[in-house]
């Protein structure tokens, strides 16, 4: 009988579980993705909630890698929204996406009327100057900057308020304090404000302003802008709230600053360490009074 020898198969080692920095936990490989970008790894799941998200709140913002200590931040493929998103929201995306380039093209805008809404190409012409476009598609005529109908001596200005007409009423757009759409003033993207607070965060640029006035308040951290002048107690919140925010804003600048003044004398202590610890010739010193010390007296 021929003899039969044993065939011995190597077992691979199982692979070690990924930390996903979203869940703060360990998944196996399999459920996991990598981006292309940045080669960032993430749970699945948490990659599809996230992009779904993105997509819900971005306004069509470039969708990057969700870890914020990631060097590289690059921006996800539309391959990959759409493995991440389902076929109806990764179509949002894009949507969303194109209607924001067009907002933010200087070359382009869109047609003011309802039943059109094209895309149209602005002629160059001086800066603050009102030009004739004309719609490609229902070959509506309008200005440039007021968007209304263009005619002959045409004068407008570019902070008159709009009328958009809807199926129920017209909506006020413009600058006027109880008008219900506005430009931000930063990028000019059109914002809708139905309830809430009067501190406003633009999704396409992140510049915070106020609603009624339009004022910048990107470095006003204690709301001081509602306490005086024309938007006094327009924020919408109570007092409380308010006052409740502020103290919590203070406690963390104190904070920070106990911590800096405690750190700061032991940094002071401990720079003589470090500048000699850095320091390349002082340690080239001591070799050299160490090699002198051992060798012996060549003298006879």
Not at 106 to 122: G, H, R
Not at 200 to 215: A, E, G, I, N, P
């Amino acid at each position: 009988m021929p003899s039969s020898s044993p065939i011995w198969v190597e077992a691979k080692a199982p692979e070690p579980p990924i930390f996903c920095k979203l869940c703060l936990s360990e998944c196996p490989l399999a459920a996991t993705s990598r981006l292309l970008a940045c080669n960032c790894v993430f749970c699945t799941s948490c990659l599809q909630q996230y992009v779904q998200l993105a997509i819900r709140e971005g306004g069509g913002a470039p969708i990057t890698c969700p870890d914020m200590t990631c060097l590289k931040t690059g921006a996800l493929l539309d391959s990959e929204i759409g493995s991440f998103a389902p076929v109806d929201q990764a179509q949002l995306y894009q949507r969303l996406k194109f209607e924001r380039g067009v907002q933010l093209d200087p070359n382009k805008t869109w047609c003011p009327v309802v039943e059109c809404q094209a895309v149209c190409s602005l002629a160059p012409s001086a800066e603050s100057q009102p030009v004739s476009v004309a719609c490609p598609t229902c070959g509506a005529v309008f200005c440039s900057l007021c968007r209304g109908d263009w005619h002959d001596q045409h004068s407008c200005s570019e902070l008159q308020p709009l009328t958009v007409a809807s199926s129920q009423a017209s909506v006020k757009v413009g600058c006027d304090t109880d008008a219900m759409v506005k430009q931000c003033p930063m990028c000019a993207v059109f914002i809708e404000r139905d309830q809430g607070c009067a501190q406003m965060l633009c999704k396409s640029c992140k510049h915070t302003f106020c609603w009624y006035c339009l004022q910048n308040l990107d470095g006003d951290i204690f709301l001081r802008h509602y306490d005086r002048g024309p938007c006094r107690n327009k924020l919408g919140h109570s007092r409380a709230s308010v006052m409740w925010n502020r103290t919590q804003v203070v406690g963390i600048l104190v904070g920070v600053s106990i911590i800096v003044l405690v750190s700061s004398p032991l940094l002071l202590l401990a720079s003589p360490c470090i500048l000699c610890v850095v320091c390349k010739p002082c340690k080239g010193k001591k070799k050299t009074k160490k090699r002198e010390i051992n060798q012996p007296d060549s003298t006879v």
